[in-house]
Each structure stands twice: as structure tokens, then as C-alpha cells.
């Protein structure tokens, strides 16, 4: 046999023959398959076999996702060089719509991440009538609103009806000859999730490869694991103590409401609860419902700081209490950090805090760990992996001091209080430069954990355990791909790492047997075997609901930025056709008189006290350009979210209602949203025989709009109280120069609106 590959499509001499990656590809290429194979043992090799097998077969193109940017460029610079004769393209949101649809059409090879996709799929800039085959890697993300989830149904339920005329017409592919391959190294513990993901992937068999089979040993390298446990420094257990006290009567406040939880409750125990108070607070609950869960908010930040003081240390407690007070000092912080900021036990262990100048030992095990490895190693790499950034900053510090290392942080791409992220291109150029030397450390978040091949690191080292085995799995799997690696976990002595440490064994072994189950062909009712059998889950929307709204050519047109809300999707399942637009004004267009604006209720509210007063304008280009504007606030607890008096609320939608002429509708939730929107796409279109039409554009502001917009800026101030001001006074200046006493000749300024304005006016900035 010769030792390569021998495929028209595949360079020659470059992947070499692995029986086990034979016997995956070719159950593969029977039906629709989910592999599992352990990191490092090609799951990509895999998916080039079958993909170079379809092209060569069927002709048209393949389409291979990929969860990051980074994931996406590296797999694009394999299919490249791999498949020399066939067109490779990469998606991603740095690219242009128009150039992504141009690239579509003269692509045979399409790389992206699965959110472009969804986009154009539901812009109707692309289709999959041409698509043979699908490749999901890391599958085990294909459950909930996931993109692959929405992918792999348009996939083999769309036929490309419907499409854009832009859309480049194909023969197309028989729905039953459709194929894909979901790919993952831990598709997780739970039977039930990996059920869902067979489902949502329309997966008809389950091929699994572990590392004690006998095709497979011959290519795994040893991964040495150790276990460095560290102590906890005696003023961080003082601290505890204090912050304890803290938790305790936390834990009393919520008893006194009915409610109970210990100080040692686990974090699942705490969400449990959580979940539980909202859907009280959903169904009409009353008061002491709401203010459990504004005291539940307190257990979890006290808790999470018990766990960063053992576990992260001093530094990374000290920026989440800067991070508290700061939430607590903000005009839109929540009750809860504001309670804690005044607590004196807390403010107390805020002061311990600070007297505090132990460095947590495992910044020393760290600079031992890594120094050790790179000495006399120069191609060696290394990744240390933290739950936190604050940790990663503080690490990639603690090794900037040690000779012969060369750290970087590698973050996701969210800015957060005093921390900014990394852009798509700027993780791309740090992996790159990790590649070729230039870092030899990576201090990485979860954003490394998936899928990034560098065969060069030597050392993976756990700042802390992980309770998931999901995530275990991925960090293990950095190391050990060509040569023997090395794994390092640190466990503060005592503490919630302990905890985690086991929580990940435990589900890990349960993982493992869980998978040695799967193997084989699924049923038609697809169940994973016996062992996972169980009925077909309930669609999101009741088919007595979709029944009512049965498509006839009702169509959406829905704002790109609303994907991310779950609306679409069910207005989608509701027989509406959904069409992705940029609306300038409006969330969902459905006539050409009737346009809808989506506001959660905390959407609602952040609008209101967030100084920039954002809602009326876009309520007043809604009313200006639609003759039946609508809002839908959605959600429950309108008058219990932030820090806002009722009257403020009832001001606002007053004002949208009577001012505007806007109509309000309440909606329970997204699925009630997406049917109450269909329902009007059916009256409009169907009872009234109206088209849906594109127009309307924001307007901008004439001065005496800038004016208005100014001076309701400020708290406890709407749009028709700021017109009352100008008239009155005659200009921005003397509004804000007028003393209280002249501000409370204006009408509809009563006192604590004058107190108000004084109050922003004239007090001292403390930012």
C-alpha cells in the first residue's frame, strides 16, 4: 500500500494513508455522519477525503465551517494547498456582502464561519442548491439558536425557493443525495445533547475512534499529566472570612423571602434557583420574587469573589472590586452592586484587600513551569490557560519578567470595563506569530480552546481546572499532535479548583462511555442507539401555531441586526418567509405602511436612563416615515429593571403613545414576538393585499430637534419637558444656568426633576 493518499483532486505525496481515517471517510460518504475522533488524529484529513470524493463525483461546491476567524484561515490554508486544482474561498465578516456573493460564484471551496452563512442565507445573497456536502467542525457546538443549527436545515429543507434573482441558478442538488460531516473531539457527556446535535445536523450515523483502539495507537504521543497544588496565602483566607459574613447575610435576606440557599451552594444549585424566580416573576409573581433575584445577584457576586481571591488572586480581585464599585456608581448599575458598595463588611474586605502583599503562588508556578520548558528548547511553545482575562493580563505580566520568554495574551474579541479586546485580524496575527517563534507563550481565554493546530506546543498548563469536559478536552488536545506533550493543571489547595477538577473527571469518564455507545447507523427516528433513545423534541413553535400562519407568500423584511434575537428564526418556522435587509429605520418592515420596533424590556429601560436618549429619535423617524408605526416591548418586569421609578416608565410610553401616535403591543417573549409579527404580516399582506416596500431613511436632526435632544439628556426629563424648558427659557444655555427656582416656574418641572437638573448641572465630575 502506498503510504499516501492517491485522489485526482489531492496533491500528491502529501497526506499520508491512515486506515482509521479510511474506514471514518468511507462511512462518511455513505450518509450524513458525526466523527469522533480524539485531537490530533486528523479529523480534517477526514473531512478532505469526503469533500475530495464529492467534488470529484458530483461537481459543485462544498462549504466547510468553522466556529472562529482564526479556525477559518487555518483550515483555508490546508484546503489550499491540498486540493491545488479547485477554488478556495474564505468567508468571513471582514468581507464585503457583495464581495462574499461575487465569491460564492466563482468558488468551489468555501471556508467561513457559520454566522456569515446564516447572514447570506437569510439575505438571499447566497444559496446551497449547489452545495454536495457540508463539513461542521467542532459539531458539538450545533445545538440551541446555534448557526449551524439554522444552516443544516435550510440545507436539506430548502430546495432554494424563494432565492435572489442575484443568486447564480444551479441544477441543484437532490435534497437526498445532500450530505454532511459534523466533526469533534468531545461532542460532551450528556446523552440528550448529543441526540441534539445528531438531529439538528440530520445525522444518520455516528463513527467514533478512541485512543485505545488498535488502528489508532500507533499514531498517538504521550501527554504526561501533573497535578501542581498550591496553598491559598493566609491573608486571602482572612479575607474569605470577611467576605463570608457577607455571604451569609445575603443568604439570610433571601430565607427571609422564602427562599433558600447555604453559603456553599454550588454555582449549578444557585442557576437553578435563578431560573426558577424568572419563571415566577414570568407568570405574575410577586414582589418577593422580584427582590429574590436582585439578593440571588448578590450571592453570585460575593461568590465569584471568594473564587477569584483563592483561585486568581490579589490583582484580579482587586479589578473586580474596581469593577463593582464602578457597576455600583453608575446610573444604570444594578441594585445589587449598589447594596454591596455600601455593605460594611464588604467595604471592609475592600480595605483588607488592598493592605494585602501576597502574591498568589501560582504566578510563581507559572514563571517555574514555563521557564523549565523553554530552557534549551527554542522551537518549544507553550499556552497557559486562564478562565479570565484579568488572569491572562496578569500572567502574560508575571512572564514578561522571566528570561527566554516571550508572552502574549489572547483574548476574545469583547471590550469590557478597562479591558479591550482583540480584533479577528489581530488574534489571526498573533497566532501567526506564535506559529513562527516570535511568541513562544500564549496566555490564552476559551478563544484558544478550539481546533488551533500547532504542532510545536509542548506545554499546556491550566492556570485553573475547568468543571466542563468539553473544554478540558479542548486544552488537552493543544498539545501532544506530532510529539510527546505535556500537561500541567494548577490547583489552589482547598478551594473551587478542587471542585472543578473532579466535576471535569467525573464528566469526562461519563463522556468517554457515553461515545463508546454511539457508534453505528441511528434509526429513522433518529435516536443515538439505545442507550440515548429518546422521542424527537418538540418544534420551538406548537404545529397548531404554524398551521395558523401557513406561508401563501407572507415575507419579512427583517433588520441584519436582529438574527442574533431568535425572532427571526421562528417567524421563519411560522411560514413566513424572512428576507435580511439593512433597514435604516425599524426592526421588521412588513407592508408598505407597517413597520415594527423590537425593544426588550431591558433594552427599553437602558434606553431611558443611558443619557443618549436613542429611543424617542427612532420612534419619531418610525412615526414620521410609516402611517402604522408599532412597538413591541418585549418581556416581562418593566417596572422592576435598573434603577428607574415607575412614573419615568409610564412618561415614556405616555409620550411614544400620545406624542408619537405610536402604538405599543407587550409580548411575553420571542416566540410570542415572532407570532404576534406574523400575525401582522398576515393581516397586511393577505387580508389587505399590501406589498412590503423598502423606503424610508434616518433623519437628521434640525437644530431645534438638537436642542430638545440636549436637554432630555438629562434624568427625569422627556421629550415634552425639554420643549416645556426651551420655550420657557429660550435656549440650552439658560436652561442649564436657570436656578431651582426659576426651573420650577416651568410646567411639568416639579421639584425633584429641578433637584435633578441642578444636581448634573452644577455637581462636581467624579468620573
Known amino acids: 500500500m502506498s503510504r499516501y493518499i492517491s485522489h485526482p483532486l489531492i496533491r500528491k505525496d502529501m497526506i499520508e494513508q491512515r486506515l482509521y481515517q479510511l474506514s471514518v471517510a468511507s462511512s462518511a460518504l455513505k450518509s450524513s455522519c458525526l466523527a469522533v475522533l480524539p485531537t490530533g488524529l486528523g479529523k480534517t484529513i477526514v473531512a478532505l477525503m469526503v469533500i475530495a ?148 445536523l440530520h445525522i444518520e450515523c455516528v463513527e467514533v475512534k478512541s485512543e485505545t483502539d488498535s488502528d489508532v495507537i500507533p499514531y498517538l504521543h504521550d501527554r504526561d499529566i501533573e497535578w501542581v ?54 407568570e405574575g409573581g410577586d414582589r418577593d420574587s422580584f427582590s429574590a433575584i436582585s439578593v440571588l445577584a448578590e450571592i453570585f457576586k460575593i461568590s465569584h469573589a471568594i473564587e477569584l481571591g483563592e483561585t486568581q488572586g490579589v490583582e484580579a480581585l482587586e479589578r473586580y472590586f474596581d469593577r463593582l464599585n464602578a457597576e455600583a456608581r453608575s446610573g444604570s448599575g444594578s441594585k445589587a452592586s449598589k447594596r454591596l458598595a455600601m455593605d460594611p463588611d464588604m467595604r471592609c474586605a475592600i480595605a483588607m484587600l488592598s493592605a ?26 507553550v ?72 504542532p510545536s506546543t509542548d506545554l499546556v498548563l491550566f492556570y485553573e481546572p475547568v468543571p466542563s469536559e468539553i473544554r478540558t478536552i479542548q486544552r488537552k488536545g493543544r498539545t501532544g499532535r506530532k510529539r510527546t506533550g505535556r500537561i500541567v493543571v494548577l490547583i489552589a489547595k482547598g478551594s473551587r479548583d478542587e471542585a472543578a477538577y473532579w466535576i471535569s473527571a467525573r464528566k469526562e469518564k461519563k463522556m468517554l462511555a457515553t461515545i463508546a455507545n454511539m457508534s453505528g447507523s441511528r434509526s ?25 400562519f401557513s406561508g401563501d407568500g407572507l415575507v419579512a423584511y427583517i433588520d441584519h441586526r436582529e438574527i442574533r434575537s431568535g425572532v427571526s428564526q421562528i417567524i421563519e418556522e411560522a411560514g413566513v418567509e424572512v428576507v435580511m435587509r439593512t433597514l435604516e429605520i425599524g426592526d421588521y418592515l412588513l407592508s408598505d405602511r407597517v ?39 418585549e418581556g416581562g418586569d418593566l417596572y422592576g429593571q435598573r434603577q428607574i421609578h415607575p412614573n419615568a416608565v409610564r412618561g415614556a410610553l405616555t409620550a411614544i403613545a400620545i406624542d408619537f401616535g405610536v402604538p405599543i403591543l407587550m409580548s ?44 432630555s439628556a438629562m434624568p427625569e426629563i422627556g421629550p415634552v419637558v425639554a420643549k416645556n424648558l426651551l420655550r420657557h427659557f429660550g435656549t440650552v444655555a439658560a436652561v442649564m444656568g436657570a436656578s431651582r427656582a426659576e426651573l420650577l416656574e416651568v410646567e411639568l418641572v416639579g421639584p425633584k426633576t429641578a433637584d435633578r437638573i441642578r444636581e448634573v448641572v452644577g455637581g462636581e465630575y467624579k468620573g
Not at 470524493?53 to 465551517?65: Q, S, T, W
Not at 490546508?78 to 456573493?101: D, H, M, N, W, Y
Not at 501560582?362 to 518549544?380: C, H, W
Not at 489581530?426 to 490564552?444: C, D, H, M, P, W
Open 53 to 200: 470524493a464529492r467534488l470529484n463525483d458530483l461537481g459543485g461546491k462544498v462549504l466547510i465551517l468553522s466556529p472562529t476567524k482564526p479556525l477559518v484561515e487555518q483550515h483555508s490554508d490546508f484546503f489550499r494547498q491540498a486540493l491545488p486544482g479547485c477554488t478556495v474561498a474564505t468567508f468571513t465578516g471582514s468581507i464585503p456582502p457583495e464581495k462574499r456573493t461575487e465569491l460564492w460564484k466563482d468558488s468551489q471551496v468555501i471556508v467561513s464561519t457559520p454566522q456569515v452563512i446564516e447572514n447570506d442565507l437569510r439575505a438571499r445573497r447566497i444559496d446551497l442548491r449547489d452545495v454536495v456536502h457540508i463539513t461542521f467542525d467542532e459539531a458539538h457546538r450545533a445545538v440551541g439558536r446555534y448557526a449551524y443549527v439554522y444552516i443544516a436545515k435550510r440545507y436539506f429543507e430548502d430546495l432554494g425557493a424563494g432565492a435572489s434573482a442575484d443568486v447564480d441558478a444551479g441544477a441543484g442538488v437532490d435534497a437526498k443525495s445532500r450530505l454532511v460531516l459534523g466533526i469533534t473531539a468531545s461532542p460532551g457527556s450528556n446523552p440528550e445533547t448529543i441526540a441534539d446535535v445528531c438531529e439538528n
Open 229 to 282: 497544588r498550591v496553598d491559598i496565602p493566609s491573608e486571602i483566607k482572612k479575607l474569605k472570612q470577611v467576605l463570608l459574613k457577607v455571604l451569609l447575610g445575603s443568604c439570610s435576606k433571601l430565607e427571609d423571602l422564602g427562599f433558600y440557599v447555604s453559603p456553599d451552594s454550588s454555582k449549578r444549585e444557585l442557576l437553578d434557583l435563578q431560573s426558577r424566580l424568572h419563571a415566577q416573576v414570568a
Open 356 to 381: 494585602c502583599d501576597e502574591e498568589n503562588p501560582k504566578l510563581d508556578a507559572v514563571r517555574r513551569i514555563v521557564a523549565d520548558q523553554l530552557q534549551g528548547n527554542l522551537d518549544s511553545r
Open 383 to 454: 499556552i497557559v490557560f486562564t478562565n479570565f482575562r484579568d488572569s491572562a493580563e496578569m500572567v502574560t505580566k508575571a512572564l514578561s519578567e522571566v528570561d527566554g520568554v516571550s508572552a502574549v495574551r489572547f483574548v476574545g474579541q469583547a471590550s469590557k470595563y478597562k479591558d479591550k479586546g482583540l480584533t479577528q485580524k489581530q488574534q489571526t496575527e498573533i497566532i501567526s506569530k506564535f506559529r513562527s517563534g516570535e511568541y513562544n507563550t500564549l496566555v490564552a481565554t476559551s478563544v484558544a480552546e478550539e481546533g488551533l493546530d500547532i
Open 524 to 548: 429513522k427516528s433518529k435516536s443515538v442507539s439505545m442507550s440515548m433513545s429518546r422521542p424527537i423534541r418538540e418544534p420551538a413553535v406548537e404545529q397548531k401555531q404554524l398551521a395558523e
Open 595 to 633: 413597520c415594527v420596533e423590537r425593544k426588550t424590556t431591558s433594552d427599553f429601560i437602558s434606553s431611558l436612563i443611558s443619557g443618549r436618549r436613542e429611543l424617542f429619535g427612532q420612534i419619531s423617524d418610525l412615526a414620521r416615515t410609516f402611517d402604522k408605526p408599532v412597538l413591541i416591548i
Open 668 to 711: 411575553k417573549d420571542a416566540e410570542d414576538t415572532a407570532l404576534m409579527i406574523a400575525a401582522i404580516a398576515r393581516r397586511e399582506q393577505q387580508e389587505h393585499g399590501r406589498k412590503v416596500v423598502m423606503h424610508g431613511k434616518r433623519s437628521a436632526m434640525m437644530l431645534p430637534q438638537q436642542q430638545e435632544y440636549v436637554v
